[in-house]
């Protein structure tokens, strides 16, 4: 039988620098859908990546004195970096430079203008360089970028236009009739209301003045708009061929089913990357999904403020699977979450430490105390265990039913209820008095079966989430890994089977003082690095004239 396919995105890192971890977390995110998604069977493809040209990497390399594909080779392997100290099992890593998804842009760019999608004009706006976008001047927000927020500058150049006039009212359909397309909710009405109903304008899509680009391939000294080039991605990594020739994973995985992005760039892929797409024919994403922002202490990091918190930083401290479990359990569906070195210290001696590392410690050394390692199930039951059973046979139904609607953060609570519920348990049976009792064995026995079969489930379910975590629980119990299928029924750890006679310690308690000042060094670096970076732009702004 052949599984069904799943194709998840992310939105292509902007290789004019390092993310920081509140960029970070969506790859993050990404990862245990796509961890999930095969844990349930699924033939999932995964596709993250870099997005490589536009002014600003064209102002940064010249800063460096180096090429801009100099540049965006450093940035990329250094993004590409991250993706793998944080475990993530991307199946296709896309770069914008990349020879295929260039050749492929060039030739989508003439069908489109060939067919009359695409034509020539002259544009005149304001240009916000940081987000690489044109607005108008009612766009603006207290004059500046409604994105980011930051300094806009007018542009007035030859360029050519995308009739996305022409597809509004296709788009606002297929929206209407296809809930699910957008989401939060809120993300749909704030693009019904503030740009396809009141009259969508016609999209920008290339520059003169931008040399770092894709040329257009029959007016060379116009260069393809970055955001048009980036959004494509998500078909040229698939094979996609605008003469007809596609890869067979294009017709196997498209039209993806999860556009994981940002919610500052959801205005691109929910407006003008359907339109793209309409105008080449080919079907739209089954679902984007704008996530909310990780902030720095409530606000957004910035280097300028001093405030910036990078994953290698994190991981160094903590682990990986430490800064996996926060950013995941702490980000709400649609409100912006918060980070702080404070929270994350919290969080791992609570839930980490506390609720798994010392349920997983406890019962193993109670095994090996009581009964020489052995587990074994004896049948000698209490009302106190169904109850036990209950929870741990249906936190697998509860957690596919937030996994269904992205709620992630409530799926792994449902996981940590499993945990906290075993250590209740632990409570409520009290094995170190039952082992006084030599007419209370199979009675211990039983209960530190019960115990182990729960901890197995709940480590299984981990897998999509703390993948790390979850091998090393499953073996310190000895049990290899069990079809996700079966992680509603209970019973099916083998009686008899030994745990490791040398527990190791999951999650060790953080001292904050100790990580605090660990954290200083760290700002103390970050400082110097940016100011370095700011001289090397004022002295190549001094030698420039600018």
Not at 358 to 386: A, C, H, P, Q
Not at 533 to 546: K, L, R, S
């Amino acid at each position: 039988m052949s599984r069904k396919p799943y194709y998840i995105t992310t939105a292509i890192a902007y290789a004019s620098g390092v993310p920081h971890i509140g960029n970070t977390y969506e790859i993050i995110l990404a990862d245990s859908i796509a961890r999930y998604k095969r844990q349930q069977g699924y033939d999932v493809f995964f596709q993250t990546g870099t997005d490589e040209h536009g002014l600003k990497i064209e102002e940064k390399a010249a800063i460096k004195g180096i090429e801009p594909k100099e540049y965006v080779d450093i940035i990329a392997g250094k993004i590409k970096d991250i993706c793998d100290h944080l475990n993530i099992s991307y199946d296709n890593f896309i770069r914008t430079t990349d020879e295929y998804h260039v050749s492929q842009m060039q030739k989508i760019f003439r069908k489109l203008y060939d067919q009359g999608d695409i034509y020539k004009g002259k544009y005149q706006g304001m240009y916000c360089t940081p987000c690489e976008s044109f607005w108008t001047e009612s766009q603006l927000k207290d004059g500046k970028c409604p994105d980011c927020g930051r300094e806009v500058h007018p542009a007035s150049e030859e360029a050519y236009f995308l009739r996305s006039s022409k597809y509004a009212d296709r788009l606002i359909e297929h929206i209407n009739s296809h809930p699910e397309f957008i989401q939060p909710v809120s993300r749909k009405n704030e693009m019904m209301n503030n740009f396809l109903l009141p009259g969508l304008q016609d999209l920008c899509i290339s520059r003169t003045t931008v040399k770092w680009g894709i040329p257009v391939d029959f007016d060379d000294k116009h260069t393809i708009f970055v955001w048009m080039d980036a959004l494509t991605n998500y078909i040229t990594g698939l094979g996609y061929n605008v003469d007809g020739n596609s890869d067979e994973k294009y017709a196997k995985f498209w039209p993806a089913d999860l556009h994981l992005i940002g919610k500052d760039i959801i205005r691109f892929h929910t407006i003008y990357w359907p339109i793209w797409l309409m105008a080449l024919g080919e079907p739209l994403p089954k679902q984007i999904f704008g996530h909310p922002w990780l902030l720095q202490g409530g606000e957004k990091m910035s280097k300028s403020k001093g405030n910036v918190i990078y994953a290698d930083d994190l991981i160094s401290l903590f682990g990986i699977d430490a800064v996996r479990y926060f950013v995941l359990h702490e980000m709400p569906f649609e409100n912006d979450g918060v980070i702080t070195w404070e929270l994350v210290v919290e969080r791992i001696n609570s839930d980490l430490a506390n609720v798994l590392g010392n349920l997983v410690n406890r019962t193993i050394s109670m095994t090996n105390k009581y009964f020489g390692s052995v587990v074994e199930r004896t049948g000698v039951r209490e009302s106190v265990d169904d109850d036990l059973v209950s929870v741990v046979t249906g936190t697998k139904v509860a957690g596919e039913a937030e996994m269904e609607g992205l709620h992630v953060a409530d799926a792994i609570t449902e996981i940590f209820n499993l945990f906290k519920r075993c250590n209740k348990y632990i409570d409520e049976t009290t094995p170190w008095i039952l082992a006084k009792d030599d007419a209370k064995k199979d009675r211990l026995k039983e209960v530190l079966y019960n115990l182990t079969e729960s901890i197995s489930i709940g480590a299984e379910l981990l897998k999509a989430f703390l993948p790390d975590t979850s091998e090393n629980i499953l073996k310190q119990l000895n049990v290899p890994s069990r079809e996700y299928d079966t992680l509603g029924e209970f019973g099916l750890y083998p009686s008899g089977n030994k745990v490791t006679e040398k527990p190791e310690i999951l999650f060790a308690r953080m001292d904050i003082k100790e990580v605090l000042e660990k954290v200083e060094v760290i700002k103390a670096k970050q400082v110097a690095d940016y100011n370095a970076e700011q001289a090397e732009i004022e002295a190549y702004n001094a030698q420039n004239g600018v």
